[in-house]
């Protein structure tokens, strides 16, 4: 089943948090440029719940997995357990999307595999922008079409698509290679619909911010490493794990709030230049 309904707790307002970029190995102890990220995932997720929102729903926007392994999609699983409400996503460049379709139906009932999820008067689109094995993004034409035909069949439901690949520049040059691809592509798409009222990303491990011709574009901190914004080069930036909170209204309005874990928690090795 490609789409989903859900109905908020709230009439008029849908409360979603939104995680991203936890790369997790088939090992709890494995660590990415000296952050065990099954800890910092873990920690996270303690601080959303000691936090107390209510949550309509989760949207993970990809790298979920660090290695492509089918551990790290049960550590995933068992590590989200907690939360209390349903948990959609969307492959990044590092998982194996097609593995992410097939296993997580065996592993969880609470990470739903729908790709278009109706709730309120919006629509959310999880679109698949991961090309195996190499760091840039790419929407093949099905998954356009797919949006495309979303978007016409509840065109009168607001929309926001997510993707893992944030489809603008970041003005890091190093990260700037990495982007959606056909970035012009899917901007042209989207840009046809009034409905589209934003799109959410991963991938860029910073929080931005930026308007594509009238839509908002998120991004998201990463559960994990975060990188230096406005860096030339491979850069970490000092500030902790994070996450995101969005509502979204009945009159469509947004509001949103990054949160982060304090910075020395979970500190990075400066030292690796590469990633
Ligand atoms: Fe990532």
Redesign the pocket.
């Known amino acids: 089943m490609d789409t989903e309904c859900i109905a908020p707790a709230h009439p008029g307002e849908i409360h979603i948090l939104q995680l991203?970029?936890s790369?997790l190995f088939a090992s709890r102890d494995a660590r990415l440029l000296g952050i065990a990220t099954a800890d910092s995932l873990g920690r996270v997720i303690e601080a959303v719940l000691a936090e107390g929102r209510h949550l309509d729903f989760v949207i993970m926007t990809?790298?979920v997995s660090q290695d492509y392994s089918l551990e790290s999609y049960e550590i995933f699983a068992e590590l989200i357990r907690g939360l209390p409400c349903p948990v959609f996503f969307l492959p990044?460049?590092?998982d194996d999307g097609p593995l992410m379709y097939r296993i997580f139906p065996r592993i969880t009932s609470q990470v739903h595999v729908a790709k278009c999820l109706l709730c309120e008067d919006w629509v959310f689109c999880f679109l698949n922008s991961e090309v195996y094995g190499v760091a840039h993004g790419w929407l093949q034409r099905d998954e356009i079409e797919f949006m495309n035909a979303r978007l016409r069949e509840h065109q009168d439901r607001r929309a926001v698509i997510c993707l893992h690949h944030y489809p603008l520049l970041v003005d890091s040059a190093w990260l700037d290679t990495q982007t959606l691809h056909n970035q012009n592509e899917f901007l042209s798409a989207v840009s046809q619909r009034e409905q589209v009222k934003m799109i959410l990303c991963?991938?860029v491990?910073q929080e931005q911010d930026r308007q594509a011709g009238g839509i908002r574009c998120l991004a998201t901190p990463?559960t994990s490493i975060q990188f230096a914004p406005l860096s030339h080069d491979f850069g970490l930036d000092s500030k902790g794990p994070g996450w995101r909170y969005l509502t979204l209204y009945r009159d469509g309005g947004v509001s949103t709030e990054v949160h982060r874990l304090p910075p020395d928690l979970f500190v990075p090795d400066y030292g690796v230049r590469g990633y």
Do not use: L, M, R, Y
């Open positions: 991203t970029d790369h990809g790298d990044g460049n590092h991963g991938h491990h990463s």
